[in-house]
């Protein structure tokens, strides 16, 4: 059966312990498409991710990827999912062990050379091809994303989710991810991005969704929020500066 | 080299490197997660055991290896709840020393008895202990072979581990039984205060000398069988304590490979 959506999201509900930090969100995105969701620090952006990866498996509702429950379809696929940059220190393990990580459901015991071969391919996709023997500490900030970039589409996933990716990067390393990020959406993959910056958001997105505990709004396009949104949502004035890149 | 024609040297031989094996295998994933004092903390808080098995009359391995494995599985679930393993180690460091010396006055037993446990006698093991010694290091070596990678993933990523499926609780759980009781076995050897030594001190020499995490578990057994070896010469020349000997020498290497990366830089 082919399915319209990609990710359909129905009264999800999650807590940690009594603290809810999601209520009743709904929402349904289409596939290849390239959405971003923004909100406020606390405001369950992360969850929500978390949630749709299966980080967190302790929620309330129903989350469908293309059409089968959440639980099912991670059982036979991954999820691509890039982790916020702060999450890594100094650990003493090769690119190349790390773009392998996303292909360990594939091995039977013990990596192959057909797995190095896609690793490697990964790599080249991010323009990264000639750092496979570097330990993922020595690089940069920009230059690691694009490692966790690799190791997220390596095993070929349907959806690729991003949380707030790009944090500590500077503008123009900003600008080479999401521009890499497009590419991949652009060869047929769903791309979710979770981040700060409105104004990448107009440049790149055909979708946005603003949580705030709840699914505040599902736009498509940053020009169709009304003018106080993004005052309302974050609790004070942000102004969406627009990029000149929109296609 | 004369120790070695002694069934004892034979024997110490035998079972120091067996440990050896085992500790610093574990050894390497305690210094990738950063918990090393985990397995000093995992030594004294087994001196309760052995307060109770003096005081009770129990077997004092059995009583030592089931406190030592709670205490793993306690603090790794502290760990798990967000209290770091050597945060909840330190809490329960002294108290349970403390602990175990009040039980052993109150069992009236001789000094040397305690001594013993507290400094290890390697030079006094036997068969049954290299058989035990054996078992616990092919289940610590098989371990490592199926595990390896999944708790080297659970340390660099965790939330990545989650998404691709792996069982952590049962990864990591294993991991903190089996460090135990490769502690207790090690402490007939080297004693409570010297064991953590066996865990730390050659992964530590082996994250120095090698650039990857795959290097560090090929490298730490090496260099603590090598420590074992070398360390039982050097007591047998030297007419020193055998134990202490060995430490010493796993010292030496971590001094000399920390020079060398200095120097080489």
Known sequence: MKCEYCLEVKNLTVRYGDIVALKDVNFSLKKGKFYTVVGPNGGGKSTLVKTIVGIIDDYDGQIQIFGKDRDEYLREKLVGYVPQISSFTKFPIRVIDVVLMGLFRERKFKFKKQHYKKALKALERVNMEGFSKRLIHELSGGQRQRVMIARAIVSEPEILIMDEPTVGLDTESQRNFFRLVRELNESGMTVIVVTHDVGFVSEYSDGILCINKRLVVHAKDVDELPKEFFAKLYGYNVKAVLHNHKR | ?265
């Not at chain 2, 602990?99 to 008895?113: E, H, P, Q």
């Not at chain 2, 903190?176 to 007939?188: D, G, K, P, T």
């Not at chain 2, 430490?247 to 920390?258: D, K, N, P």
């Open chain 2, 1 to 265: 080299m004369e120790i070695f024609l002694y069934e004892f040297g034979i024997l110490a031989l035998i079972g120091g490197v067996l440990s050896a094996i085992a500790t610093s295998l574990l050894g390497s994933v305690v210094v990738l997660r950063k918990m090393s004092f985990f397995g000093s903390g995992i030594a004294h808080l087994s001196f309760i055991g052995v307060g109770l098995a003096l005081f009770f009359k129990l077997s004092p391995t059995f009583v030592t290896l089931t406190v030592a494995i709670a205490a793993a599985i306690i603090l790794g679930f502290l760990a798990r709840k967000g209290v770091h393993e050597d945060i909840g180690v330190g809490i329960l460091f002294s108290t349970s020393m403390a602990l175990g010396i009040i039980l052993i006055y109150l069992a009236k037993i001789d000094n040397s008895r305690v001594m013993a446990y507290l400094f290890g006698d390697i030079l006094a093991i036997n068969w049954q202990d290299v058989v035990f010694s054996s078992i616990v290091t092919a289940l610590v070596i098989l371990y490592i072979i199926f595990f390896k990678d999944h708790i080297v993933y659970i340390t660099f990523d965790e939330d990545f581990s989650k998404v691709l499926g792996i069982n952590i609780p049962f990864v990591y759980y294993t991991f903190l039984i089996l460090l135990a009781v490769s502690i207790v076995v090690s402490m007939n050897l080297l004693g409570i205060v010297l064991v953590s030594a066996m865990v730390v001190v050659p992964a530590a020499s082996a994250s120095l000398a090698s650039r990857t995490y795959q290097g560090m578990f090929k490298l730490a057994p090496l260099i603590s069988a090598f420590s074992v070896f070398f360390g039982l010469i050097l007591s047998w020349n030297f007419d020193i304590p055998a134990g202490a000997s060995i430490v010493l020498v796993q010292g030496i290497v971590f001094l000399f490979t920390f020079l060398v990366k200095i120097l080489s830089r």
